[in-house]
């Protein structure tokens, strides 16, 4: 996808001006497949911007009561930020 990107837009425009945003899934209960995480690795090794969406489903994938699903949701996505981030630090 991003060499597709890069041949519309111009490879020197990928930081400069995305024009896509790749969605990144972890599987509740707190687990990251080895396909989404590499495919955050490389966007942000390659600065592309990412949308972290955690799905936590309450009573079946987080526990039943909306803090504790809270909680999960949250420890997701600070799991995708802490491994986009200790690739790239720089990385959107």
Same mark, same amino acid.
């Given at each position: 996808?991003?060499?597709? *990107?890069?041949?519309?837009? %111009?490879?020197?425009?990928?930081?400069?001006?995305?024009? =896509?945003?790749?969605?990144?899934?972890?599987?509740?209960?707190?687990?990251?497949?080895?396909? =989404?995480?590499?495919? *955050?690795?490389?966007?942000?090794?390659?600065?592309?911007?990412?949308?972290?969406?955690?799905?936590?489903?309450? %009573?079946?994938?987080?526990?039943?009561?909306? =803090? %504790?699903?809270?909680?999960?949701?949250?420890?997701? #996505? *600070?799991? %995708?930020?802490?491994? =986009?981030?200790?690739?790239?630090?720089? #990385?959107?």
């Amino acid at each position: 996808m991003k060499k597709m *990107l890069a041949i519309v837009i %111009g490879e020197e425009n990928l930081v400069k001006k995305p024009m =896509a945003i790749f969605d990144v899934f972890p599987h509740s209960p707190l687990v990251w497949s080895e396909v =989404a995480s590499q495919n *955050l690795i490389d966007c942000s090794r390659f600065m592309i911007p990412v949308e972290i969406v955690p799905m936590p489903l309450a %009573g079946a994938l987080s526990p039943a009561t909306l =803090a %504790g699903t809270l909680v999960q949701h949250t420890a997701e #996505a *600070l799991s %995708g930020i802490v491994l =986009a981030q200790s690739t790239n630090p720089k #990385a959107p």
